[in-house]
């Protein structure tokens, strides 16, 4: 009798997290698109991939790649998209397996990511600015040793996120029941508020309702938990040393850091500027999005080049093997 009660329990609550994740599945309704543009299709191996485009065609190419987290997609541009559309064409995908990109059950990785990026800088973009945020910014480094690229900004690129590689990780949440419960609870509103506001804004007062109800959106389509899977499992980090592939380019690169930020502490970027020779802009009041809290200034600053009209950015020239000199601007 009590071997039938245990068993008809386990089975109640099976049932009762299989209700819960179907209830959630129908909750999150399609992706509209998060920026002013046109959406169009880039077809890569099996993959539908979502991208948005505006500006004259005839004007420079600038690609902009979204970092990787489980609600990631290019509404991470929403505030620099339309500014950069005036004087460039603009281009965002959402990365495969997240966004309204394509979505299949595959073992994501990093290489894929990195082929990805190359092959869509070729085969949609012409000598294009590059900018690419934290892994992303990895995967375009990797990806300007072949593809034909005027320049890389990239926003706290890192390669590794995790240490080491978890399978098992990667399989849980991989699982149809426990894993999409498991998954679900690790974006769950709650859950999405609180990592923004613990390593992703300076300001609490930019984790909007509207910011977390659209990550919460995305990170609740359907097949949403492939990619997530293997980034928690660290199947998205690559093996490469971005600081040598950088100063291996010939082409210009920025590095932009946020002075707060935790995750990739800016002592990081001071390490990096250094070994890649590279002009290391730090926006004060940031942590690791400041193309997002400081969205106007990132693009007068970063992108066009003007001299900063207040203190929030601060420019810090790394010349070759010397000390870093600091100068506020």
């Known amino acids: 009798m009590k071997l039938r009660n245990v068993a008809l329990g386990a089975l109640g609550s099976a049932g009762l997290i299989g209700a819960a994740n179907r209830l959630l599945g129908r909750r999150a309704d399609g992706l509209d698109s998060p920026l002013d543009g046109e959406t169009n299709t880039y077809r890569w191996r099996g993959f539908d991939v979502a991208y948005v485009?505006?500006?004259?065609?005839?004007?420079?190419?600038?690609?902009?790649?979204?970092?990787?987290?489980?609600?990631?997609?290019?509404?991470?541009?929403?505030?620099i998209f339309d500014a950069l559309a005036e004087d460039y064409h603009v281009l965002v995908p959402d990365m495969p397996g997240f966004g309204r990109s394509d979505r299949p059950p595959l073992l994501y990785s990093g290489s894929l990511y990195t082929t990805f990026v190359g092959d869509f800088l070729a085969d949609v973009t012409e000598n294009p600015t590059v900018v690419g945020a934290s892994l992303?910014?990895?995967?375009?480094?990797?990806?300007?040793?072949?593809?034909?690229v005027e320049e890389l900004i990239l926003v706290c690129p890192d390669a590794t996120t995790f240490e080491g590689r978890r399978p098992l990780v990667r399989s849980l949440v991989r699982t149809p029941l426990l894993g999409t419960a498991l998954y679900n609870l690790a974006t769950c509103k709650p859950a999405i508020r609180y990592f923004n506001t613990d390593h992703g804004y300076y300001d609490a007062e930019n984790v909007t309702d509207e910011l977390v109800d659209y990550q919460w959106a995305t990170a609740h389509q359907p097949g949403a938990r492939f990619a997530p899977a293997?980034?928690?499992?660290?199947?998205l980090d690559l093996d490469a040393d971005v600081g040598e592939t950088l100063a291996n380019l010939d082409v210009p690169v920025t590095l932009v850091w946020g002075r707060q930020a935790t995750v990739s502490p800016l002592e990081d970027g001071e390490a990096l500027a250094q070994q890649a020779n590279a002009r290391l802009l730090v926006f004060d009041e940031s942590d690791v999005q400041p193309h997002?809290?400081?969205?106007?200034?990132?693009?007068?600053?970063?992108?066009?080049?003007?001299?900063?009209?207040?203190?929030?950015s601060i420019e810090i020239e790394v010349p070759g093997e010397s000390d870093p000199a600091e100068t506020e601007e």
């Open 136 to 148: 992303s910014g990895a995967y375009a480094a990797v990806a300007a040793e072949d593809a034909d």
């Open 230 to 235: 293997s980034f928690f499992g660290g199947f």
């Open 53 to 79: 485009e505006a500006g004259d065609p005839d004007d420079p190419d600038v690609c902009l790649f979204h970092g990787i987290n489980a609600s990631g997609s290019g509404h991470e541009f929403r505030g």
């Open 292 to 312: 997002v809290e400081h969205a106007d200034q990132f693009v007068r600053r970063v992108v066009h080049g003007e001299e900063p009209g207040d203190a929030t």
